[in-house]
Structure formats: C-alpha cells, structure tokens
C-alpha cells in the first residue's frame, strides 16, 4: 500500500529545490510561473517560505573580479609595451636630432694635447714642467701600475668589457641615488673622456646624448688601453693639474713613474672632486677617499689586505699649497724667455737648462739656514742667490726663501743699491787709469759739494793703499777714486763687465747708490774669475722638440775680452783682502783662493756679498721686501755665512785652484798674516788653453794666449798727483763737482806711493815685466 500510495501522488517538478533535493545549479520554476494556475490559489494562501538567495549571484561577482585583475595586468602590459616603443622612437628621434646637430663623424678628431715645456738640468733630471696642463704624457707602460688599476676600480670596474656606455653602472647607479644611498655617476671612463675632450660640463640632455655617441665613437676608433692613456694624460686632479704626470710632480714632487700604491690611490680619489679633495686644500678628506679607492681596488682583486695596511703608510699627509723648490724660479725664468727664442710654443719643448740640481738645494738650504737660524733676530725675512760659472751658465738660483709662499724672483727681478759691492768697478777704472794696489790715498773726511762721504764705522785710518782701502770698505777713498776717474768711466766699466741697468753718473755711484739686480752685478764679477772676459748669464743652454729637432742653442762660447789680463790679476789680489782680512773674513773658504766684496745699503736695508773661486761666482742678498731696515746688518754678516755654507758644499770633493792670476800665495802686507787663510799651494803653469771654457776647469794663470778677442788695450799709467794736486775738472759728467772742497790734505794719492816698493808676482814673470 506504501508503493500504491506513492504512486498515485502526483510529483510536481520543483525549480527550486522544494522537494528536498537542493542543488546549487538545478533549474526551478514558482506556481506563478507556470502557465497553469490550478494550484495558485493553495500556494498563495500558504505563508510565504523565505527565499534563499542564490549562491549562483554571489558567484557572479567572483568571476568576474577574477577575470578583471588578469585583464588589468594584460592591459598593462600591453601599455607597457606601447608606451616602450613610442618611447624608444622618441629617444631615437632625440639622437637622431641631436647627432644631426654635431659634425659629420668623418670630421671627428682627438684635439691636440696642449703642448709642454719640459725643462730639465744638465744632468737630463726634470726640474719643472710648464705649459697648460703642467706635466708631460706618459704611456700606460711608463707609468705606475698602480695608477690605471686605482682609477678603474674607483671609476669605472667594467671598462674593459663595456662597450662605451655601462647599462649596468647605469642602473646601479639609478637605484643609489633613489634609495639614498651615496649619489653615483653612470658614466664610463669613455664617456668622462668624451666629456673632456668635446664637449662643455654643462648638464644637458643634448649633452649627455652627444657624450654618449662620442663613447661609441672612441670605443670603435681606439683601443681601450688608448682610452685609458688619453684619460690619465688630461683628467684635471686639482691645483692646475691636467694629467698623471702634472699632479705627481704638483702634489708629491715626484715623476707618475714612481708613485706608489698609496699615492695612486690618492690620485685615483681626486677624480671624483679634484678641487675639494684635493691635498693641498683637505689632506684629511684626501685621504679618506684614499681609504675607498684602496678598498675597491682590493674588492677588484687588484691588491690584497696586506698591501693595503702599508699603503695606509704611504699616503702622504699633506701637500704644499703651491708649487714648491727653488727650481721653480728657474722655471719661471725659462718661460719668460723662451717666446724671445723660439717663438710661440706649438708642440712640446724640451728645455735643457744650465742649472746643476745638486746646487740648486744646496743654494735653497743654504739661505734658508741662515734665514730660520738668525733672520729673526736681525729682522730678515728674505734672501736670494745666484750662481754663475766663468762663461756665464748660471748654475744656482734662488729667488726667495720660499716659491710656495712667494713667487717673486729677488734675484732677477728685484733692483736694489748694491752698497759697497759696487766699489770694485770705482777700483778697476782707477787701475786702469794708472793706479796700482799699492797706490796711497788719505781716509780723512772728505765732502763733495753737498755730500760728505763717512766710513761705515765712522773712524778713519789716514794714509792707506788701495788694497787696504778696499779690503775695509772705506767709503772715503772710494768718493776720492770717483772724482779721479770720473763717473762716466766707471759707468762705462761697468757696462763693459755686464751690469745693465741704468746708471747714474754721480759722485755717490762710488758707494753704489745706483739700483742693479743681484743676477747682473755676480755676472760682472764673473769676469774677474775668468780672466777678463766678458760672461753673459744665461739659464737656457739648448731648446729641442721631443723628437730630437733643436730650436735654439746658446752661443756664449766666444765672449768678448773686457778687462786685462795685469787689471784682473791686480783686482783679484785686493779683492782677496776683503775675505782674508778685511769686511768679508767670515766668508773664508778653507783651502781655496776665494775674492769678493761686501756691500751694505742705508740702515742695512739691504745686505750683499759676492765672492767668487776659480770655479764659481755667487752673490748672496740679504733683506725684507718692504724695505724695513734689518738689525745692523752688514754684507759681511748673514749674506757672507750663507754664501760660504753654499759654496764650501759646492766645492766638496774638488781640488783646489788658484784664483786667475794668483799662481802662487799671495800675503797682503798691509794685512797680518797670521789672520788669513790657507790658501791653494802653487801648481804649475798648464799649456795655454784656447777657450773660455777650458780656462774655467783648468788652473787660472795670466797667460797671453787668452787672446781670442781683441785685449782691452792698457791704459796708459798716468803721474800720481801728489798731495794738493789738481782736483777732477768741474765739467765731469753728472756735474756740480765746481765746490768740491776737500779738508786737509785730501784729495788723491800720497807721493809716497811712487817710491813704494812693489811685491814681483808670478803675473809679472809672465807676462816678462
């Protein structure tokens, strides 16, 4: 009955899972919707069961936000990528614009290194460069090792597999400076060399796009070894200096051939910001960038940790804040002569000097010993020396106590009151004119018109001979000798030996009130040290391009004869009075003939000694640029002590060699023997030499075959005027002399000196008087 029962009910189709059955995606259908109605009214009239809403539209949603997110991704890629071609159609039309804007790439050249003047002494070593970049270019063989491997570690680590430009460093760099991570270049060592050799530091967008079709243009054209050495020879690394050779020499006074490690490493870190990193101006901060190059070169495999720790040691601490070194005077005085002798400089020059290195530093230390030990307590803050062979090669300059601090050359430049050192001109006119050394005058006070002449000790010694008289600097025979020779003729003498300057043909010449340079008054003493020739000053021997082409060559080997040869062996002898016991005692040179002279200027503004041996001549200058006076300070003080430091160090090792003339010892009578020196034993006379040159190095004897040019002829020796004799004639050159009123017996050589008896010297035998 069960199965009868259940099969006569009628099953209605349900939509909506009303029988039981639920199914999330079964079809279901209301009464309401059924065409037939019977059963609406029954459903109707039943409560209203709650209707579920249908999983199905809660499902919808899920779908299509599912769907949406993919899309959105694809579209996004999709846009990407339409906006990566526009993108890289607009970049390529920027190149396309901008490389339409540079010359044709046929036309492209690497500009000319701007060219060097390299000078160098006479033994081949560099004593400065000059020029724009300030060094010379040096190959990658030449150079220090260190160097390349330092910049390309800091710089630029993939330079040798890039092709110009680094995506990588590009994007590494991108991502530091958006993180805030130290701020990076992207640019390659090509790129940085495009840059300076092209184009401007301006940071544009043409810029950049021209400075990378320049790296793809230098990487096709050159190797990268040429890159590399065309980058090294011209990056700027501060203090004006373009290459590694310029900031080697600026910053550690030495050739980039022997940098070391921690060196180079400093040199690599100024790259980054050579004016503020530059050692000169932050040693501290150099250093530290130092610190990092060595790091990354370590971190390249260029060096290992225990090469780093001496490094660390090598590092210098500090560097001047300009050039340094005497030599630098010297280079200056090249440059400023070398356009009068070989004209505008277009390629590098090689410039071989006269100078001898060796005496350079010891002329530098000389004075500045001096200068550190007693320039304080005399109030001195300056000095200069010059040094000159007998044909004028100057072999020692220095003009000033420091180059770094002060450029101006004292010794060249600077014109000042020669003093007393002047007096040997007064002496040799009147030689000439027919005195002798043992000629008598009065040191009595004396006045010429309006000047009355005093002696520096303001004492007087009476009768006296000239030898005497100049070996103590006595002002008073020395106005006496002016007026007997007359001021043109002692001008003339001097213009003969080499001074330059303008002269004034005065009475008060006599104590060398007349201004000259220090370089020109040693370069007239050097013809008392040569034998009576005249010896030009010269610095620059021979001028030649790198590839051996000579542009100039000096012609000083045949000088003209300006004294003779009894006045230069005469003069030497009094001359030698002065230092063996006169104004120059303290610049005795043991063992060697030496001859000088010491001058002293109004309230010691300005202090000289110029001496010289038969193989050098040097003057020495002692004061303050500003004319302040210094402490009673005379030739024969810190001008003699510095000059004898320098010349017994320039003598060490040498024989010695008597003075021109002085074959053998000479003993003033007027000075007591036991107060000179030992002097250069007699040696004999060698064959007549027939140069100059041969006469400098070899013994200086009065010979007669020193006659390559024309002999001053000698004066004939005129009466000695005896006591109240005539005076000099009122019309002499310069005038005023009318009132010339000496006292007493004042006024020119005692009659006595006619009757003295003079000394035979070796000079006599040869010369067969």
Request: with cysteine; proline share 7%; hydrophobic share 35%.
């Amino acid at each position: 009955m069960v199965a009868r029962r259940r099969s006569d009910e009628r099953i209605e189709p349900s939509f909506n899972a009303r029988g039981g059955r639920e199914e999330d995606d079964e079809f279901a259908l209301d009464d309401d919707d059924r065409i037939d109605g019977r059963h609406g009214s029954k459903r109707q009239s039943r409560s209203p069961a709650p209707r579920r809403a249908p999983a199905k539209r809660r499902a919808e949603p899920r779908e299509r936000e599912g769907g949406g997110l993919f899309s959105f991704l694809r579209r996004v890629v999709y846009w990407c990528i339409v906006v990566g071609i526009w993108a890289g159609i607009g970049v390529a039309g920027l190149v396309l614009y901008y490389g339409s804007r540079m010359p044709s790439a046929s036309t492209w050249a690497i500009p000319e290194r701007p060219p060097n003047v390299k000078i160098t002494a006479v033994d081949g070593s560099v004593i400065a460069n000059r020029g724009t970049t300030g060094g010379e270019a040096l190959s990658l063989e030449t150079m220090s090792p260190y160097i390349p491997e330092a910049v390309i570690a800091i710089e630029d680590r993939r330079f040798y597999s890039h092709f110009g430009v680094d995506p990588f460093g590009l994007a590494r760099a991108f991502i530091n400076n958006l993180t805030g991570q130290p701020i990076q270049g992207g640019s390659t060592l090509t790129q940085q060399l495009a840059k300076n050799l092209f184009l401007s530091p301006d940071r544009t967008l043409e810029r950049k796009v021209q400075e990378v079709l320049l790296s793809f243009w230098l990487e096709q054209k050159y190797t990268k070894d040429q890159i590399l050495a065309m980058y090294l020879n011209r990056v700027y690394f501060g203090s004006n200096a373009y290459g590694v050779e310029a900031a080697s020499r600026r910053y550690f006074n030495k050739s980039a051939r022997d940098v070391n490690l921690g060196e180079a490493a400093l040199l690599a870190g100024l790259v980054k910001a050579p004016s503020r990193l530059s050692p000169a101006r932050d040693p501290e901060a150099a250093n530290a960038r130092a610190q990092v190059v060595l790091q990354a070169m370590r971190d390249q495999g260029y060096i290992s940790a225990d090469e780093i720790k001496t490094a660390m040691s090598q590092t210098p601490a500090s560097a001047r804040s300009y050039w340094s070194g005497a030599g630098q005077y010297v280079a200056d005085m090249v440059m400023d002569e070398l356009q009068g002798l070989v004209g505008d400089v277009k390629e590098d020059v090689i410039v071989d000097t006269t100078i001898d290195k060796t005496l350079e530093k010891k002329a530098e230390q000389s004075l500045v010993d001096v200068l550190d030990k007693e320039g304080g307590k005399f109030d001195a803050s300056q000095a200069a020396l010059v040094s000159i062979d007998g044909t004028g090669a100057i072999r020692a300059l220095v003009g000033g106590r420091d180059y770094a601090t002060s450029q101006f050359n004292r010794a060249v430049k600077a014109k000042r009151q020669p003093g007393s050192s002047f007096k040997p001109f007064v002496y040799a006119a009147a030689l000439e004119k027919g005195l002798t050394p043992d000629s008598v005058f009065n040191d009595a006070p004396i006045r010429i018109g309006n000047w009355t002449p005093e002696n520096y000790e303001k004492k007087y010694n009476g009768e006296v001979t000239l030898r005497t008289a100049l070996a103590k600097s006595l002002n008073t025979v020395a106005a006496q000798l002016v007026m007997y020779d007359g001021p043109d003729q002692v001008i003339k003498l001097a213009h003969r030996l080499g001074v330059e300057s303008d002269l004034q043909p005065n009475a008060s010449i006599a104590l060398g009130t007349s201004e000259v340079s220090l370089m020109e008054l040693t370069a007239s003493y050097a013809a008392f040290m040569n034998g009576g020739y005249k010896a030009t000053p010269h610095v620059i021997r021979r001028v030649t391009t790198t590839d051996g082409k000579v542009l100039y060559e000096n012609t000083y080997d045949s000088p003209p004869r300006v004294l003779s040869e009894q006045i230069v062996a005469e003069m030497n002898m009094m001359m030698m009075g002065v230092i063996n016991g006169g104004t120059g005692s303290s610049a005795k040179l043991p063992g060697w003939q030496a001859a000088g002279k010491t001058g002293t200027t109004q309230n010691s503004r300005d202090a000289l000694f110029v001496g010289f041996t038969s193989n050098l001549t040097t003057g020495v200058w002692f004061g303050n640029d500003d004319g302040k006076p210094m402490k009673k300070v005379t030739g024969g003080g810190l001008p003699a002590k510095a000059w004898k430091e320098f010349m017994v160090a320039a003598h060490k090792g040498l024989s010695p060699a008597p003075l021109f003339g002085m074959g053998q010892t000479f003993v003033d009578p007027g000075i007591d023997p036991n107060n000179g020196q030992p002097m250069a034993q007699a040696q004999p006379m060698p064959e007549q030499p027939s140069t100059v040159g041969s006469i400098i190095s070899g013994v200086f004897g009065g010979n007669d075959g020193l006659n390559r040019a024309p002999p001053v002829p000698d004066q004939p020796r005129a009466p000695m005027p005896v006591n109240g004799g005539p005076v000099p004639p009122a019309d002499v050159a310069g005038g005023g002399y009318d009132d010339m009123v000496p006292p007493g017996d004042v006024g020119g050589p005692q009659a006595s000196s006619g009757a003295r008896p003079r000394r035979t010297t070796l000079l006599d035998l040869i010369m067969g008087q």
